[in-house]
């Protein structure tokens, strides 16, 4: 789960990197939410993923 955490706070740090405007620009709009959503879905992985044991 720290891995899913790590990654969302990359998405907003790529977010707060983009120097458009209020972040306008390709940063602020796509791969920063696309890395955000992708940290939000290896989250839900790591929630529901049912162990071996």
Partial sequence: M???LGIII????IIGLDRE???FGVLGL????IVTLAGFLFQFYAIFHKSEK
């Fill in 2 to 4: 720290l891995i899913g």
């Fill in 10 to 13: 990359l998405g907003f740090i």
């Fill in 21 to 23: 405007p209020h972040g």
């Fill in 30 to 33: 796509t791969v920063g939410p």
